[in-house]
């Protein structure tokens, strides 16, 4: 049940018993299949906790963390260090103990009143009504196909989904000038409408993620932006789906397109979490380069894939670093991708064959 102190709403709230006290804890819960990759959660709780140490002193914070496997909450935890309240970062299913707090919490002789209650303001929606919300909450805007691939749900159910939610006047299709950088570049229309939220649409978006009115929640957007509408942001976008057509051993959970990643200087074109062969594992997109040369093509895949694996060592899961482009593209990429780890696969495949990557070999460069 969503409750209330001051301007700042939470999940819900509960009174943790520990030695011979209470705490005061807020819960803030977050769903990894709600289209946001776990970085983006640091700039929202942050604002939040500052008031919430201010209105409420002595209070902490539970983060729970519904996800099919670890990574994800790791990523989360390790983003909140420094916050203004005493904070633990679980699975959902799992109940902090004393040391799971990142400092010790204060403790009450008896359990605190109740916050008030607040509704839920997106009851109404289905389930697939609100993923699809969530997405252009990220995409800013998008067609049916690439709303469908980032929710995880087949087209017809994304179409139909996306049909109620234009009759609740929560989503728009219109034409839009693609955002421009610069006075010198003229804008470009989209070539088709896209999808759009409408103001009432981002607003229960925002609140199914547990972001109150009035706290910041900029990090949730796509890197980019004028990017859309292009083959290169279309390809980002169907990764998750790329990879379940590609590899049916695997179990691929989730993936996000063009993503910022605190403490890398790279961005991915786009990361998908899963598992396969037994493994909790990263994919790593990177699509394109044919404008570079080979020499450019080298350095930059030896940027990138350091990064890429510095972002699984921080965590201690697997990476496939997949690059889709042409073979020419390829040959000079596998200059950079030498000496690999056990732990990290580099797969070549072509950007124009949907659905298609050769099969990974730990430590290994592998091609169509």
Known sequence: MTVRVGKVTF??????SFQDGWTDTFIFR???HACIPPFCYEEPLRRMSSHTNRKRPGASLWVQVDAPGEWFMLEIRRSLKGLALPYAVTMADKTPDWLDFSRPSRLFHSPLPRPPAVEESHAHLSLEELRCLQALGRMEKGDEEEIATLVGLPIDVTTRSLAHLEAKELVVY????KIRRGKSK?????LFPLGHLRSKGLSLALRSWG???GIEFTSRKEENLQQIGYEHRRISRVWFAWLKSAWHYAEIWT???EVRIPDLYVIPDGLAWGRIQGYETLFWLEVGDHHKNRDEIIEITTKRLDQARKLCERTGVRLVYVQLSTNWVHEAARWACVELPEEVAVVMGN???FGELPMLEWGKVTSI
Do not use: F
């Open 11 to 16: 999940s819900d709230w509960v009174s943790l």
């Open 30 to 32: 977050i769903d990894s």
């Open 174 to 177: 219109k034409t839009n000038p």
């Open 186 to 190: 003229p804008a470009q229309m989209d």
């Open 211 to 213: 972001i109150p009115k």
């Open 255 to 257: 993936g996000w397109s």
């Open 351 to 353: 950007q124009r064959m």
